[in-house]
């Protein structure tokens, strides 16, 4: 039930940037987390930034942690990530997921079909 829609990736130097955007519909947006997850060719998929509800809070994987940037707009029920200092390890399908927090833990369950970002040496 609900859709998230991710756009804005393509094909990219190394050290370009990039920013994707998860359009979301059918649920109250503002009551979730949400999440940036990736899955690169041959790997398992990877959280590599989330927010909370309110978007005072962020969490980054160490790997992009001061290039990427997780935001959120619940006005226009939509979540970001902007992508600076790109690196080709970063080439990767990206999904959006949206969940439910529990003490330090957050539980997706609600997912996007994904977005592919290639970034060429």
């Known amino acids: 039930q609900g859709q998230l829609v991710e756009s804005g990736g393509g094909l990219v130097q190394a050290g370009g940037s990039l920013r994707l955007s998860c359009i979301s519909s059918?649920?109250?947006?503002?009551?979730?987390?949400m999440g940036w997850f990736r899955q690169a060719l041959g790997a398992e998929r990877e959280l590599v930034a989330a927010i909370n509800w309110i978007g005072d809070s962020t969490h980054y994987a160490d790997s992009v942690k001061g290039r990427l940037t997780i935001s959120r707009d619940n006005d226009r029920a939509t979540l970001y990530l902007q992508m600076n200092a790109l690196k080709p390890e970063d080439t990767a399908v990206y999904y959006c997921?949206?969940?439910?927090?529990?003490?330090?833990?957050?539980?997706?369950?609600?997912w996007g079909q994904g977005n592919t970002l290639t970034v060429t040496s």
């Open positions: 997921a949206g969940g439910v927090a529990r003490t330090h833990e957050v539980r997706f369950h609600w």
């Open positions: 059918g649920r109250d947006f503002s009551r979730y987390s």
